[in-house]
């Protein structure tokens, strides 16, 4: 519990991606993806529970039945509304204020995450995120803002994109909401590096990241990636020709 709150953190994972299916099972040096970032995220001191929002489709049992043996929540909802299922996630465990993770992002880990629960509640702000700006690499995002302004949310827009991009409305919206971006620590700062799950070459970049950085620490910090990665800047080219989709592309 951080300043009488508390905090849920949700992870967005489904396994009908389009451009790479079940990406959240697939192994990154030795255990499946969604382990990974939920074994990572564990380590946040301000989280009280975790859970994974995915949905009501059979084909997402096998992320239901992951959640369970990792000891974490799952809830699930509407495939095509994000924004929905993630609201219900949070309401499910009465959290107070969210944390949103995609499940596309295994190096997400809990300094990270406390961070931006520190910035959301110095900041006094309704959404706090460290990529409206981008300066730690593409697959470090997190983003914070109260369970109640997304149920507000919920009610003013039935936009499909809004639906999908869960926080979009909110800073699409400065004349109604305070939002704030925090930049990353000169070792963390790599904007042009490329660290989510889309495509084939996103996996084996991510999975050498892994296999060289987790058997020692499987905690190991978003500073040691971007140290390991810029000794190692062959491997960035794994997903060089990756593009990254825009929130009107869905």
């Known amino acids: 519990m951080f300043s009488g709150k508390k905090i849920v953190a949700t992870i967005e994972a489904r396994m009908t991606s389009s451009r790479l299916p079940g990406k959240v099972l697939l192994p990154l040096a030795g255990k499946p993806t969604l382990e990974r970032l939920v074994e990572r995220m564990k380590s946040s001191k301000y989280v009280d529970t975790i859970v994974v929002a995915t949905t009501v489709n059979e084909s997402d049992e096998p992320i239901a039945g992951l959640a369970e043996r990792l000891g974490v929540v799952c809830f699930r909802g509407s495939e095509d509304d994000v924004l929905g299922r993630v609201l219900g996630a949070a309401q499910s465990v009465q959290g107070e204020i969210i944390v949103e993770i995609t499940g ?13 629960v520190e910035e959301f509640f110095k900041l006094d702000v309704h959404y706090a995120s460290n990529c409206l700006n981008q ?21 003013l827009t039935q936009d499909p994109v809004d ?6 409305y909110i800073y699409m919206h400065p004349e109604r909401y305070r939002f704030a971006n925090w930049t990353a620590e000169p070792e963390c ?10 495509e084939k070459g996103d996996y084996e970049l991510l999975d050498k990241v892994f296999t060289a950085l987790a058997p020692g620490n499987p905690d190991f910090s978003a500073a040691e990636t971007v140290a390991y ?3 190692h800047p062959e491997l960035l080219e794994l ?8 929130a009107q592309e869905g």
Not at 239 to 246: D, L, P
Request: some cysteine; overall charge positive.
């Open 104 to 116: 596309d992002c295994p190096l997400v880990d809990g300094r990270l995450i406390d961070r931006a």
């Open 135 to 155: 300066s730690y690499p593409l697959g470090f995002e997190v983003q914070v803002f109260p369970t109640a302004i997304l149920a507000e949310v919920d009610k």
């Open 163 to 168: 639906r999908l991009h869960v926080s979009y």
């Open 189 to 198: 700062f790599a904007p042009g590096f490329r660290l989510t799950l889309d």
């Open 229 to 231: 990665l810029k000794s």
């Open 239 to 246: 997903n060089k020709s990756v593009r990254q989709k825009h």
